[in-house]
T-cell receptor, first 116, second 113 residues
């Protein structure tokens, strides 16, 4: 049972480079999310997709774009990486709106990104 | 706006009880959650409590909710070294925001043998 799969697990970028973080879930969930985790700051929501075909900004969207490619896949793109984007990125999915009626959110293993 | 606050570190001895505290600001929160993150891994749901409850017990875990003070706590009885992890408190954001979870900073629990 794969759950939520993120690729890559580790990445080092130079300032100004671009890259796409991939996320796929095999639980037929409607909602998908991208968070970043920084020391002492917990998880902050970058973008989310409440259902296939929709995407919305979260708390810290600047410098990122997303694509909900289909129900399974939700990618996060950094167009021009900056050192401030050094972080651990988590993708998550939930059957319905995260937290609704106690709906459990399932998280991927994370992508550790360093921008030098 | 919505905000969730936790202390960053807690250290206990094996066999003792651990109490991790959390405060939140959104009085309309209907569900409050505790997630656990082990080193190098994603977050896993530990337990949640509905806002009309004061307490929920699940084996070694006890969740207490004080709605008046907007205070949530997680008690782990007979703490083991395997409980060492970061624990996140979370409240559910409003539905028109995708019902996203608002997380606290996380409390790093260190269990010493």
């Amino acid at each position: 049972n794969a759950g939520v799969t993120q690729t890559p697990k580790f990445q080092v970028l130079k300032t100004g480079q671009s890259m796409t973080l991939q996320c796929a879930q095999d639980m037929n969930h409607n909602s998908m999310y991208w968070y970043r985790q920084d020391p002492g700051m917990g998880l902050r929501l970058i973008y989310y997709s409440a259902s296939e075909g929709t995407t919305d900004k979260g708390e810290v969207p600047n410098g990122y774009n997303v694509s909900r490619l289909n129900k399974r896949e939700f990618s996060l793109r950094l167009e021009s990486a900056a050192p401030s984007q050094t972080s651990v990125y988590f993708c998550a999915s939930s059957e319905r709106a995260m937290g609704a009626g106690g709906a459990e959110a399932f998280f991927g293993q994370g992508t550790r990104l360093t921008v030098v | 706006g919505e905000d969730v606050e936790q202390s960053l570190f807690l250290s206990v001895r094996e066999g003792d009880s651990s109490v991790i505290n959390c405060t939140y600001t959104d009085s309309s929160s209907t569900y409050l959650y505790w997630y656990k993150q082990e080193p190098g891994a994603g977050l896993q749901l530990l337990t949640y409590i509905f806002s009309n409850m004061d307490m929920k017990q699940d084996q070694r875990l006890t969740v207490l909710l004080n709605k008046k003070d907007k205070h949530l706590s997680l008690r782990i009885a007979d703490t083991q070294t395997g409980d060492s992890a970061i624990y996140f408190c979370a409240e559910r954001g409003t539905y028109n925001q995708g019902g996203k979870l608002i997380f606290g900073q996380g409390t790093e629990l260190s269990v010493k043998p």
